[in-house]
């Protein structure tokens, strides 16, 4: 039995996955993205121990509200981190009957062993995973996150050969992800995955940022405002050109 690091639980989630959700945020995470509004997940050793049998326990509380599509999402932090813990949690998940959504931005992602064999098992026991795509481009992406994007798309095409259902998140930041070259590129990128069923925006937001201040830590993008609802819209429709959702 394996234990996680688990920053955080929301008991009533319904923007993370289909239906209504049981969120579990793990703690650790490798990318430092300028926007992240969660700092105090970065650390790994962190958080409080929980096994995979206490949390589905625990969920299991809330399944009266769920409904058809609802269940348990695994987020972080990087989820990835702890891949372990995600196959032992979600193998067990499915034995209840519950279904599995992970929040990903699918940064740990790699094709050698043993992880590339470890995730295609974890892949068996998921129901849909929620990709978190930063940045399109990868010199942009390491600007933004410090880390590459190669792995994070390779692992999208991996998703999409295999068909697994995948939502596409990308957050819009004025200046930095909002012109619509940029999201034209991202727009093409999409249109050649096969398994892609939704694709929402994720606007900007600093409501983190007092999360900064407490950990002495001094916020990247100050001065960078949320972005309006005319760039959102203007996003949400250059993403979904040709898309058949």
Known sequence: MTK???HSIESFGSVDGPGV???IFLQGCPMRCLFCHNPDTWELGKGQ???ADELLDKAEKYKSYWGEEGGITVSGGEALLQIDFLIELFSKAKLRGINTCLDTSAQPFTRREPYFS??????KYTDTILLDIKHINDSEH???TH?????ILDCARYLSDTGKKVWIRHVLIPGITDNEEYLT???AFIKTLKNVERVEILPYH?????KYEKLNIEYPLKGVEPPSKDSIDNATKILMRGLQL
Do not use: C, D, P
């Open 147 to 151: 880390h590459s994007n190669s792995n």
């Open 4 to 6: 996680a690091n688990v």
């Open 206 to 210: 600093t409501l983190g940022t007092f």
């Open 21 to 23: 959700r049981f969120i």
């Open 185 to 187: 590129q991202l727009n």
């Open 118 to 123: 470890k995730f295609e098992t974890l892949m």
């Open 49 to 51: 121990e929980w096994s």
């Open 142 to 144: 390491r600007k933004l």
